[in-house]
């Protein structure tokens, strides 16, 4: 986890996931509220885990919502950027959390418009700028928010011109979070406002080789009592530490057990289900 400036990810880390935080290396956090409908595939039996990304954007959000300011939080597909926000928004307050729905390309009228919906404004969208501008600054300013932008390296100079405007119009400022890829890091620093007003940049990793061992068991019931090297083989050919990744291989190894009523997965077993992945079937 690397960050351009010290943040106070410690600091606060532990008034948003509570005492698991203190618990060690992937704690499973039993709260049922905030990992609902956020697990890939919806995995049944899957466990929601402090890996070092979820303590790491934990602190730097609560961080960002207490400055009021922006967060960029980078990495590769799949590695938990957006789970990670998600859950510790809810644990700060899933009221204010504001997660915007846009399409690939995305215009100033985009942003307006996904506000409008997850603020739930009443009627629909002012078709007037001005009009629109104001029901949604007024909405922000009622309480504390974040707000939470997908791909933000895909948007444009406007877009991003748009959200400072927001940021500078809601008094006492606004926290917006852009997750971006990895890739994009250097677009987004290309933006000059987000020189002043952002708390941290947060270059979330994969989960290590040597951590697979350790995560996995935590992760899901099916992989305790599973070889490490067998994981960390596996991790290596299909997943590279991504938990999105293993979501879906948990996936398939629960359905070929079943099928093989299989009581645990074996290395044949993990081979079939590689296979399967690596197929596309």
Do not use: N
């Not at 941290?200 to 290590?208: D, F, G, I, N, S």
């Amino acid at each position: 986890m690397l960050t351009t400036e010290p943040i106070e990810s410690t600091g606060y880390a532990y008034p948003v996931w509570g005492e698991a935080a203190t618990s060690g290396p992937f704690a499973v956090l039993d709260d049922d509220a905030v990992s609902s409908g956020l697990h890939f595939l919806s995995v049944e039996g899957i466990r929601t885990l402090l890996t070092p990304a979820m303590l790491a954007v934990g602190g730097a959000l609560a961080g960002a919502v207490a400055r009021r300011r922006f967060l960029c939080v980078l990495g590769d597909t799949g590695i938990g950027k957006t789970f990670a926000v998600h859950a510790a928004g809810r644990r700060l307050g899933g009221g204010g959390l504001v997660p915007l729905e846009l399409r690939a390309q995305p215009a100033p009228t985009d942003l307006r418009l996904a506000l409008h919906r997850a603020l739930r404004l009443p009627g629909g969208a002012p078709a007037d700028p001005g009009a629109a501008d104001t029901l949604i600054r007024h909405a922000l300013a009622d309480r504390p928010r974040i707000v939470v932008v997908e791909d933000a390296h895909r948007l444009s100079a406007s877009c991003m011109e748009y959200l400072r405007f927001l940021h500078d119009g809601v008094p006492g400022g606004l926290c917006v979070v852009l997750i971006a890829a990895r890739r994009g890091e250097r677009r987004l620093r290309a933006q000059r406002m987000l020189a002043t007003r952002t708390a941290a940049w947060l270059r979330v990793q994969p989960l290590t080789r040597d951590q697979i061992p350790l995560a996995l068991p935590a992760l899901h019931p099916v992989w305790q009592g599973v070889d490490p090297g067998d994981l960390m083989a596996l991790d290596a050919r299909l997943a590279g530490g991504a938990l999105r990744r293993w979501a879906l291989i948990t996936h398939h190894t629960r359905r070929i057990m079943a099928r093989a009523q299989a009581a645990a997965p074996d290395a044949l077993l993990l081979e079939a289900v590689a296979d399967r992945i690596d197929g596309g079937r």
